[in-house]
């Protein structure tokens, strides 16, 4: 039986797409699993001009690809309430105070508060500031900021950003968005660790080959065309999601499962990323950029609404990280994402090398955990699912159901910032390290000029990034 939990949320940007996309059917979500029923209240902010009644038919509309229990949703979307706001009035946010201490009595919702940052980074430090002179912080309850990417778009940028939240929120009540550490595989790797000694006795430089993490993407940019040309796959893709994941199955193992043992050894292995000189990004870094297919039906990058003819903008980066830590140093991980793949897939490979054989383990196993997409939950040893793979050092989960009916990333993670629980967040001195990294790469590919595009659509990007595996005899397990 889930336990109710009690807040008022007040979301900025109520009225955006990641409201309606995601943060709306993950609360109605736990609204049906019990976890939200009496004691809460949403707020909606935004500049439109919207009533109460007009805002709960645009929640119920988000729902209705989930539902269709028109009065559960009904009911569920009389939590509901809204507020038009602009940023920088400071009469709006007294407004906003004392609406949500009338729904705080309403709910009896304990003088919990989440303010939830769904809106563009660039106000980030205004409504943080607006809510310390404001006084919308309570008493007696808890406040919790949560923060969407991107969170800079290089180290000084990120640092001023933070240097503002902090002024209000210190570091334990900040909860940086990471939706990749919502996802059920992701969750589980300190488990699979954890129960599979063998295996967590096998993950370093000693026995692995090489570690490969892709996050690949069918989709071009869509309609997203005008953030991407301000972003790029390095910033949207790597210097996060694909950090975080390494950080999961790299890390030492934590003396517990706590965030803040968790967050320790994380910490310490973000600190020993070897960052590239100049001359190194050349070796070590690819990108790419989608053209058209070969039957010219895809657009491409440059034809995509909102992107400029001549955009050096790169859809596509593959990598080689090095850590300098004593487990893992000499160890590659080799790294890449990109849009117009031929599928969508994001994978763990672990190879390992002939030495894993002293353990048990047969010589130069492959061990792969597949995270999407949603029918690719699973674990392969040698391309075979681990449970028809014979091989006894890895025996997690042993019911093939097991993530049948794992909640979505949202749901997860809201779930934890509702339990004050930072594990799957991510942690300030976490983002220093890796934008530091992230940022040697972005300032010399600025420095050059790209020979874009470079891989047509539906394919594996650019053969460079073959070429920075085959040249240490190494190729990626997943080709296609």
Do not use: C
Not at 207 to 226: A, F, K, M, P, W
Not at 377 to 389: K, Q, R
Not at 423 to 440: G, N, P, R
């Amino acid at each position: 039986m889930a336990t109710e939990k009690s807040a008022v949320f007040i979301i900025f940007g109520g009225s955006g797409d990641l409201a309606h996309r995601k943060l709306y059917p993950a609360l109605y979500r736990l609204y049906q699993a019990g976890m939200l029923k009496d004691h809460f209240a949403v707020i909606g902010t935004a500049r439109r001009p919207w009533s109460d009644e007009y805002f709960r038919e645009t929640v119920i509309t988000s729902l209705e690809d989930i539902d269709d229990n028109k009065e559960e949703m009904t009911a569920f979307a009389q939590h509901f309430f809204y507020q038009s706001h602009n940023v920088n009035d400071s009469e709006h946010y007294i407004a906003l105070k004392e609406l949500a201490a009338k729904l705080d009595d309403k709910f009896d919702a304990g003088h919990n508060r989440v303010y939830y940052m769904a809106i563009a980074p660039r106000f980030f430090g205004t409504v943080a500031e607006h809510i310390k002179s404001e006084g919308l912080k309570t008493e007696g309850g808890y406040n919790r900021l949560v923060i969407e990417k991107p969170f800079g778009r290089d180290l000084a940028s990120a640092t001023e950003l933070n240097d503002s939240l902090s002024r209000v929120f210190p570091e334990d009540e900040v909860y940086r968005i990471d939706h990749y550490l919502g996802k059920k595989m992701i969750q589980e790797i300190s488990k699979i660790r954890l129960n599979n000694p063998k295996f967590e006795e096998a993950l370093n430089s000693k026995y692995v080959s090489n570690i490969q993490v892709t996050l690949g993407e069918s989709l071009g940019v869509e309609d997203r065309g005008g953030y991407y040309e301000t972003s790029g796959a390095l910033r949207d893709m790597i210097q996060n999601h694909i950090m975080q994941i390494i950080g999961s199955i790299a890390m030492d193992k934590p003396e517990e499962l706590s965030a803040e043992a968790v967050h320790k050894v994380k910490t310490d292995l973000f600190a020993s990323l070897k960052v590239l000189q100049p001359e190194d990004v050349k070796t070590e870094f690819v990108r790419g950029q989608y053209d058209t297919d070969n039957l010219g039906d895809q657009k491409a990058y440059r034809d995509e609404d909102n992107v400029d003819e001549n955009s050096n903008i790169e859809t596509y980066v593959a990598g080689r990280i090095e850590f300098s830590d004593d487990r893992w140093n000499g160890t590659p991980f080799y790294v890449r994402s990109g849009k117009r793949m031929p599928a969508k897939s994001s994978r763990i490979d672990i190879v390992f090398n002939e030495k894993v054989a002293d353990l048990g383990i047969k010589a130069n196993t492959t061990v792969s955990l597949l995270i999407e997409p949603e029918d690719g939950h699973s674990i392969l040893i040698n391309g075979i699912d681990y449970l028809e793979a014979n091989q006894d050092f890895i025996k997690f989960p042993e019911d093939k159901t097991y993530f049948d009916n794992a909640r979505e990333a949202y749901e997860s993670l809201i779930i934890d910032i509702l339990a004050g629980d930072h594990v799957h967040f991510t942690l300030w001195d976490e983002l220093q390290s890796t934008w530091k990294y992230i940022d040697a790469v972005r300032e010399q590919w600025d420095a050059e000029e790209p020979d874009f595009p470079n891989y047509l659509s539906g394919t594996m990007g650019p053969e460079a990034a073959d070429t920075l595996l085959e040249r240490e005899g190494n190729s990626w397990v997943w080709d296609d």
